[in-house]
């Protein structure tokens, strides 16, 4: 069955960087978009990136671009959220998922989440 | 960037009722309209995509409708384990964006 787990949450002062890893089994990876989702405590769902699943693209939400970068290594079936300059409004779950059959662009299967928590 | 508006922002069904969940866009999306569910404490599934296919495994009870900038989510026959947080989420233009949520709760 898919299975995705985060990793690399934690607490961080603002300003500060913080990595971000998915790792992914039962499926084909290297056939698949991902993705970063993210969710304040009590809030709604944010979409934060995406990579193609040749890594030839690679889109964000314009709160994070220029600060994030999403990555991956097909050959560790492995995804990756590089989060810099953080802010103290980016205190979220952050969740990967995997971008559908049919469209890269909706997600449909997802992680259990890595909190992280941005503050002095 | 394409703002999703969910209507209700709380709706009050009693077990066995039949709920209707409102989805608008800013502007026209096509089919590419995705629902999901969030349970408290647990992560988002998806119910359905292509604003009316539902997703593997997920019941008939479930029907999306809708094209361009109006989409329903109907759930039929509510049963307790449908009382959740739904999310309407758009993924015709970038950046993905979603609906803040309907709140599905027990009256």
């Known amino acids: 069955q898919v299975q995705l787990v985060e990793s690399g949450g934690g607490a961080v002062q603002p300003g500060r960087s913080l990595r971000l890893s998915c790792a992914a089994s039962g499926f084909t990876f290297t056939k698949y978009a991902m993705h970063w989702v993210r969710q304040a405590p009590g809030k709604g769902l944010e979409w934060v990136a995406v990579i193609s699943s040749d890594e030839s693209s690679r889109n964000y939400g314009d709160s994070v671009k220029g600060r994030f970068s999403i990555s991956r290594d097909n050959s560790k079936n492995t995804l990756f959220l590089q989060m810099n300059s953080l802010r103290a409004e980016e205190t979220a779950v952050y969740y990967c998922?995997?971008?559908?059959?049919?469209?890269?662009?909706?997600?449909?299967?997802w992680g259990q989440g890595a909190l992280v928590t941005v503050s002095s | 960037e394409i703002v999703m508006t969910q209507s209700p922002a709380t709706l009050s069904v009693s077990p066995g009722e039949r709920a209707t969940l409102s989805c608008r866009a800013s502007?026209?999306?096509?089919?590419?309209l995705a629902w999901y569910q969030q349970k408290p404490g647990q992560t988002p599934r998806l119910l359905i995509y292509?604003?009316?296919t539902r997703a593997t495994g997920i019941p008939a009870t479930f029907t999306g409708s809708g094209s361009g900038t109006e989409f329903t989510l109907t759930i039929s026959s509510l049963q307790s384990e449908d009382f959740a947080v739904y999310y309407c989420q758009q993924y015709n233009n970038w950046p993905l964006t979603f609906g803040q949520g309907t709140k599905v709760e027990i009256k």
């Open positions: 292509g604003a009316s």
């Open positions: 998922a995997r971008g559908g059959e049919l469209s890269w662009n909706y997600f449909e299967y």
């Open positions: 502007q026209s999306v096509s089919s590419n």
